[in-house]
């Protein structure tokens, strides 16, 4: 923590939280939708790009109205711009997740679910491009 605190100013280690929380709850929507999807018999790219994009439209508005609260600008290029990180990190996490469902699945003794720990890692890889993307392009000030 010592480290962090010495990187980070507190106002910047307060937004970083705040884009971590954002992000947990964005996660937690997307996971649910992503399983509710698979269930109801849609192929893994098709239900992680859909379930990627409720995620990002939830980030979007948390992280404008309270992470990035003091940096507000024309709205429409925020979101373009955060349409923009986004879309590379759907690409990242759909990398990810294809890559690594099978072995995954294998691996855990449940082929027909190796998409959720591929989601798991796909999620924590994708976090820290997003942040460090949208804090210094889409939310600079």
Do not use: C, H
């Amino acid at each position: 923590m010592t480290a962090l605190s010495g990187n980070f100013s507190g106002k910047e280690f307060q937004r970083f939280s705040r884009f971590l929380t954002v992000g947990a709850v964005g996660t937690l929507l997307d996971f649910s939708l992503l399983t509710l999807l698979k269930l109801a018999g849609l192929p893994t790219i098709l239900a992680n790009s859909l379930s990627f994009t409720a995620g990002l439209l939830n980030n979007f508005t948390l992280n404008r109205l309270w992470t990035f609260q003091d940096r507000q600008t024309d709205w429409r290029r925020q979101f373009a711009q955060f349409t923009l990180v986004s879309l590379v990190g759907l690409a990242l996490n759909n990398l990810i997740v294809l890559s690594l469902e099978n072995a995954l699945g294998v691996l855990s003794g449940q082929p027909d679910w190796g998409y959720l720990p591929a989601k798991v890692i796909a999620a924590g890889a994708v976090a820290f491009w997003n942040y460090f993307a949208n804090r210094m392009w889409t939310f600079r000030k």
